[in-house]
């Protein structure tokens, strides 16, 4: 049995558009299945596509999605905890239970209204990205207006960010946005599910010099399993490997841990169709001759030490 804390994944959004329950279901992530691992923590994303907002506004629908998350994990409490802090970690993973955290992914969900950040900060927010793929008030993206770096809203957000102790999300950010984020920070930052642009070149991925920032202030980058930031053409299990090993290769040893974007992609192609299949990434890194102390940080410490 291995251990599995994931910086991401879109569970919680799609339980609430296809009334499955978090407990077992036909998605890719479900707590009977988290009992499999030794120990498992999961932070779990508020999302909703800002392009598409429902008639009440995107605030409306973040707060659905935050109540969805409180209805499953009051409901299963005998095997999932809520937890706001490291030591609540630990104490969910010693009692069995898989240890539940909380991100938003896009401020476009608090309608990138600064006044919120207290809200979110009291529910139990840990990451927030900055933006999903279209560019908001705060910043261009990944996807829409690649150049546009913070605007004075999305530094005075990041403040109020850090000042509230979540850590701003750099996946889906614009490259212009990351540098002006990494140059500001005052705390680290995260890229909770992002690979290398080196290995697979599409805009969503990360590139050297920008890991090697993250890793500088003392963040993480999720390792990815989405097939299209993976490879170009017919992704793999070892073209998966090589952008864990590619990190490794720039000093990733503290940096790089897991961001499955489980439910928000179908990693199927690569022999992954849920958590039960993660334990085949953990056995080809092995296989290639890591040590167990070494992906005991991957699979666990790097992303455990910010919290």
């Known amino acids: 049995m291995i251990p599995y804390f994931d910086a991401h994944c879109d569970t919680v959004s799609r339980c609430l558009q296809s009334g499955a329950l978090l407990r077992r279901n036909h998605l890719q992530l479900d707590l009977i299945r988290d009992r499999s691992f030794a120990r498992r923590a999961q932070t779990f994303a508020l ?17 659905r999605l935050y109540d969805r998350f409180c209805r499953e994990t009051a409901e299963n409490a005998d095997l999932v905890a809520r937890c706001f802090t ?46 999903w793929n279209h560019r908001n008030l705060l910043s261009g993206s990944n996807r829409e207006d690649p150049e546009q770096g913070l605007t004075e809203e999305g530094r005075s957000f990041v403040q109020a960010l850090e000042s509230r102790g979540i850590y701003a999300d750099v996946s889906h950010l614009s490259d212009a946005g ?21 290995v697979c070149r599409h805009s969503r991925n990360l590139t050297d010099d920008q890991f090697r920032a993250i890793r500088d202030l003392g963040g993480v980058v999720g390792l990815n399993f989405c097939p299209a930031f993976v490879a170009e053409n017919g992704p793999s299990l070892d073209d998966l490997v090589h952008h864990a090993e590619h990190f490794l290769a720039l000093g990733g ?40 102390s070494l992906l005991e940080d991957l699979f666990w410490n790097n992303l455990r030490r910010l919290f």
């Open 86 to 131: 490291g030591a609540q970690i630990d104490e969910a993973v010693s009692a069995g239970k898989t240890a539940a955290l909380l991100s938003i992914e896009g401020a476009e969900l608090l309608e990138c209204r600064i006044e919120l950040v207290d809200t979110v900060a009291a529910w139990g927010v840990k990451l927030l990205n900055l933006t």
């Open 47 to 63: 999302f909703h596509n800002g392009a598409n907002p429902p008639p009440d506004g995107m605030w409306a629908q973040c707060r």
């Open 178 to 198: 990351f540098w002006d984020l990494a140059h500001m920070a005052k705390r680290p930052i995260v890229a909770s599910h992002s690979n290398a642009r080196s």
């Open 253 to 292: 040893e503290k940096t790089l841990c897991i961001g499955g974007d489980l439910d928000g992609c179908e990693p199927a192609a690569m022999g992954i169709g849920g958590t039960e299949d993660v334990p085949r990434l953990y056995k080809a890194l092995a296989a290639r001759g890591y040590e167990a």
